[in-house]
């Protein structure tokens, strides 16, 4: 079955610090690769999306390149802010028409000014 | 107005009785989801509908059941609620005709039960 493995947390990072929250995957087929982001007392937003391989997914200074060759999906950000604070999910779907995102545990990230 | 709905937004009840969680939409998605999430779990599929009279089962989907009211409302019920199921209930949606299963999550409803 699908499953997918992320770094445990949680993790502490000072402001403007470079963050990566590791991202694994196993699946079959050619799934699309999500990460979410939960903040405190809310539900989970789309934060970027993969669909294939070598797709990088870009959103709000957040990136991770679809590598299918490492079958990971890694979260990066150069300069993180105290508004980053949050749990990040990685996440998969297998396929087109698929109905079923397989997430990761989360990892909770909180950046300290 | 979100996109998403869930009602009610918190809830305390007791071993045995039977509760409700709604979840309404008016994305006008076909697909509806409930997910429990336990701390350290990640996210958990109790139950799936990709319209109003298709109903499947996730993964955790014992002592839950659902109903598909309207393509915009799914709810799911406790019929007899204990303490493990203790967690934090999202309902989420997506459109049948994404290449991809983009989903798009509720707030939340935080469930205790005594």
């Known amino acids: 079955g699908n499953s997918v493995t992320q770094m445990e947390g949680p993790v502490t990072l000072s402001e403007e610090a470079f963050l990566t929250i590791n991202c694994t995957y196993t699946a079959t087929g050619y799934p699309s690769l999500f990460w979410y982001v939960q903040y405190p007392g809310e539900g989970l937003q789309l934060l970027l999306k993969a669909t294939k391989a070598d797709d990088k997914g870009s959103n709000k200074g957040f990136e991770a390149t679809y590598r299918k060759e490492t079958t990971s999906f890694h979260l990066e950000k150069g300069s993180v802010q105290v508004s980053d604070s949050a749990v990040y999910f990685c996440a998969l779907s297998d396929g087109a028409g698929s109905y079923q995102l397989t997430f990761g545990k989360g990892t909770k990230l909180s950046v300290i000014p | 107005d979100a996109d998403v709905t869930q009602t009610p937004r918190n809830r305390i009840t007791k071993t045995g009785k039977r509760i409700m969680l709604e979840c309404s939409q008016t994305?006008?998605?076909?697909?509806m989801y409930w997910y429990r999430q336990d701390p350290g779990l990640g996210l958990r599929l109790i139950y799936y509908?990709?319209?109003?009279?298709?109903?499947n089962k996730g993964e955790i989907s014992d002592g839950y059941s659902v109903s598909r009211q309207a393509q915009a409302k799914f709810s799911l019920s406790l019929e007899s609620a204990i303490p493990n199921q203790t967690a934090l209930y999202f309902c989420a949606t997506s459109d049948f005709s994404g290449t991809y299963n983009e989903q798009f999550f509720g707030p939340g409803t935080r469930l205790t039960v005594l």
């Open positions: 509908s990709f319209d109003v009279k298709d109903i």
């Open positions: 994305k006008g998605h076909d697909r």
